[in-house]
């Protein structure tokens, strides 16, 4: 494999993890707010960052490339109010279909057809996330940004879209 590839694919490997690790830390911060829905809804997210590093490592050994996990940074966020979340959300995800676009161009430039297949299948699954993302923060502030009902009901709505 290109060495250039791999260490874009080593990257997001790490990237990946770190989503997870901000996905934890944004669900303990629901949770810690008594919004159960959306605590689970960044839970699972953060479970499915998880497994999106794991295929990537999969990946990898089926390819014979040898690769090193990197040290995962901290969250490092802290939130003012319950909206940040949803719109950083909405932003990470944005800068995760970027890099995976990286290694998709690299995959094509180096005429690696097994990468770019492979990689192929993160390039919709980010096109689903960014449109959850988005979708999310705007049914927050049409619906929940003020409080009370609003907000209980769309945390109950969340919980009902990850079963």
């Known amino acids: 494999?290109?060495?250039?590839?791999?260490?874009?694919?080593?990257?997001?490997?790490?990237?990946?993890?770190?989503?997870?690790?901000?996905?934890?830390?944004?669900?303990?911060?629901?949770?810690?707010?008594?919004?159960?829905?959306?605590?689970?809804?960044?839970?699972?997210?953060?479970?499915?960052?998880?497994?999106?590093?794991?295929?990537?490592?999969?990946?990898?050994?089926?390819?014979?490339?040898?690769?090193?996990?990197?040290?995962?940074?901290?969250?490092?966020?802290?939130?003012?109010?319950?909206?940040?979340?949803?719109?950083?959300?909405?932003e990470h995800e944005a800068l995760v279909t970027s890099l995976i676009l990286a290694i998709y161009r690299k995959s094509k430039e180096v005429d690696d057809i097994t990468t770019e297949h492979f990689m192929s299948w993160y390039v919709n699954e980010q096109l689903e996330e960014e449109s959850h993302a988005k979708g999310m923060l705007e049914q927050y502030d049409l619906y929940a940004a003020q409080g009370g009902l609003g907000l209980h009901l769309f945390d109950k709505e969340i919980a009902k879209s990850r079963d």
């Open 1 to 90: 494999m290109d060495k250039q590839l791999l260490g874009l694919i080593e990257d997001q490997i790490n990237k990946e993890l770190w989503s997870a690790y901000i996905y934890f830390d944004m669900a303990e911060f629901y949770e810690s707010r008594g919004l159960h829905g959306l605590h689970a809804w960044f839970e699972k997210q953060a479970k499915e960052e998880v497994e999106h590093a794991e295929k990537f490592c999969d990946y990898l050994h089926s390819v014979g490339a040898s690769f090193s996990l990197k040290a995962i940074p901290a969250p490092g966020k802290v939130y003012a109010d319950l909206r940040e979340p949803l719109a950083y959300q909405v």
